[in-house]
């Protein structure tokens, strides 16, 4: 869940990512990179400056002009974590979901058809987004250190912005819908709002990350609203946010077409830049309000 965060998520997916040739992965473009305890790449500098220990030299990092974001921080929420499948007693364990009632500590989150976890996807977008952000001058803050461990708890993931002091939150996740031909993304904010970041400023934040993400080419899953926002009371991660805050469900795992694109290393950057984008055109028009 400062000028705004989101957590549970902020949520893209191109038509004809699909090719007569497979996306190349992470793990297939470097294959001496670390890998999770799940053997997938854990998304370090590796895969993108070349090994050190190898003949390559690093290349620099791109620089890019000051943008808006510059001096702000932005809190990213991975959702899930590699561990939670093995401790149910942990992550079943009851928390306020931020209305009055309970919500489950945290789930496993989904996968693609061929076993793909849902929180390796969020992790890899997270390293990817972070150093794309911290290039452009902004700090940002993740709600876990690895994809290994168990939680944290939802309640958590909401308020972790705030202690930090972030200026808006997203929660990364893909969809995992039970139709093989449900396609796109959708961003969620929490409705009715329980304080003044939960209203207009996470709307906003919607919609810039919503347009930034079909102007990448990446289709709406109008399932949940014609402009691809969705607005829920249910999300304990939303309802405890005290910055603006969204949920970006970046795709549908189960669409075998969709999952190779949010597995692919192209498909992700073109995620990164796309949310990037949206961030930015978020943060200026907030500090034209006079609100950052």
């Known amino acids: 869940m400062a000028v705004a965060l989101c957590a549970a998520a902020i949520v893209i997916l191109t038509s004809g990512c699909a090719a007569t040739a497979s996306p190349q992965t992470r793990a297939e473009a470097s294959p001496g990179a670390a890998t999770t305890a799940a053997g997938q790449d854990d998304g370090n500098d590796r895969d993108r400056y070349g090994d050190p220990a190898g003949e390559e030299s690093p290349a620099a990092p791109e620089e890019h002009p000051a943008t808006a974001l510059e001096g702000m921080t ?15 007693g942990q992550i079943n364990t009851p928390v306020p979901d931020g209305r009055g009632g309970q919500k489950a500590c945290n789930t496993t989150g989904t996968a693609t058809n061929d076993g793909w976890p849902e929180h390796v996807f969020t992790w890899e977008m997270a390293q990817l987004l972070r150093e794309e952000l911290q290039q452009r001058g902004a700090e940002v803050v993740l709600s876990r250190e690895d994809d290994e461990g168990v939680g944290p708890c939802v309640d958590e993931r909401g308020r972790f912005a705030g202690d930090a002091d972030a200026d ?14 449900a396609q796109g993304f959708h961003v969620i ?16 934040l919607a919609r810039a990350l919503a347009l930034a993400l079909e102007d990448a080419g990446r289709p709406i899953n109008t399932a949940y609203g014609a402009d691809g926002i969705s607005r829920r009371p249910d999300l304990a991660g939303l309802n405890h946010a005290e910055v603006p805050a969204v949920i970006l469900e970046l795709g549908e795992m189960r669409n075998a077409e969709e999952a190779a694109f949010l597995r692919s290393e192209e498909g992700q950057e073109i995620l990164a830049l796309a949310i990037v984008g949206g961030l930015t055109e978020w943060a200026e028009a907030t500090v034209a309000a006079g609100e950052g």
Do not use: F, R
């Open 189 to 204: 904010v929490s409705d009715p709002p329980l304080n003044e970041a939960q209203g207009e400023p996470s709307e906003a």
């Open 168 to 181: 808006a939150l997203l929660s990364l996740h893909a969809n995992g819908s039970k139709s093989a031909a």
């Open 74 to 88: 932005i809190a990213i929420d991975p959702g899930h974590n590699g561990g939670n499948a093995a401790d149910p």
